[in-house]
């Protein structure tokens, strides 16, 4: 590997991280309520949260400022810094751990659903096509208007995602790196549903997100 390769591809997973650490959902609640978002709902730094506990317009600002993250991250590497691709999915994945673990707020974060998609915004269309881009988003789309449950969206966009890269792009970087993303969501995710299990009466309360239609 040339050195120039190897400065450029360290500069692009630190910048990555960098730019996924960004706190958007803490900067617009203090901004919106003086509050810190971690303290609000449960806790968590994202944009589903903002919805909950501060409202749709600094949710939106929040969701979109999130998934740009992503695509920068993925667009300095592949764009800017000419990287191959195994530094661009390097930058991008370390997009989505920055917005996990923000070193601003003491290695918490979000659950990274909103930077993925950023990142994929760029990786599915300059590596595949466009047309896997919409398969996926269908994918996300129709547990997510079904159950209105954003994790089971997350869910069934990550056992696609390896499928897409191989079936579709016939990567395999595209699968290790699908796999690697899968087990840093799965960190994530696994504490709250784990949690949110017994608060619920039966499987189809589980799935189902009922929160916007009980929350007064």
């Given at each position: 590997?040339?050195?120039?390769?190897?400065?450029?591809?360290?500069?692009?997973?630190?910048?990555?991280y960098l730019?996924?650490?960004?706190?958007?959902?803490?900067?617009?609640?203090?901004?919106?309520?003086?509050?810190?978002?971690?303290?609000?709902?449960?806790?968590?730094?994202?944009?589903?949260?903002?919805?909950?506990?501060?409202?749709?317009?600094?949710?939106?600002?929040?969701?979109?400022?999130?998934?740009?993250?992503?695509?920068?991250?993925?667009?300095?590497?592949?764009?800017t810094?000419?990287?191959?691709?195994?530094?661009v999915?390097?930058?991008?994945?370390?997009a989505?751990?920055g917005?996990?673990?923000?070193?601003?707020?003491?290695f918490?974060?979000?659950?990274?659903a909103?930077?993925?998609?950023?990142?994929?915004?760029?990786?599915?269309?300059?590596?595949?096509?466009?047309?896997?881009?919409a398969?996926?988003?269908?994918?996300?789309?129709?547990?997510?208007v079904?159950?209105?449950?954003?994790?089971?969206?997350?869910?069934a966009?990550?056992?696609?995602?390896?499928?897409?890269?191989?079936?579709?792009l016939?990567?395999?970087?595209m699968?290790?790196?699908?796999?690697?993303?899968?087990?840093?969501?799965?960190?994530?995710?696994?504490?709250?549903?784990?949690?949110?299990?017994?608060?619920?009466?039966?499987?189809?309360?589980?799935?189902?997100?009922r929160?916007?239609?009980?929350?007064?």
């Amino acid at each position: 590997m040339p050195a120039g390769e190897l400065v450029r591809g360290i500069i692009a997973v630190i910048a990555g991280y960098l730019l996924g650490s960004f706190p958007t959902a803490y900067l617009v609640t203090r901004l919106k309520t003086g509050q810190d978002v971690r303290r609000l709902g449960g806790g968590n730094v994202g944009a589903l949260n903002t919805l909950r506990e501060v409202g749709v317009l600094p949710a939106l600002a929040v969701l979109l400022t999130d998934v740009g993250k992503g695509s920068a991250a993925a667009a300095l590497a592949y764009w800017t810094l000419a990287l191959p691709q195994g530094w661009v999915l390097a930058a991008a994945l370390a997009a989505v751990i920055g917005h996990n673990w923000m070193v601003w707020l003491g290695f918490r974060g979000g659950k990274g659903a909103g930077v993925t998609v950023g990142t994929l915004l760029v990786l599915l269309p300059v590596y595949g096509s466009w047309t896997w881009l919409a398969v996926l988003g269908v994918v996300l789309a129709v547990p997510l208007v079904i159950t209105r449950n954003v994790s089971l969206a997350v869910a069934a966009g990550l056992i696609a995602m390896p499928l897409i890269a191989w079936l579709g792009l016939s990567s395999g970087k595209m699968v290790i790196w699908s796999l690697f993303l899968a087990m840093v969501m799965v960190v994530k995710y696994y504490p709250s549903a784990r949690q949110a299990w017994p608060q619920n009466g039966n499987l189809r309360d589980f799935i189902f997100d009922r929160w916007l239609r009980e929350k007064k």
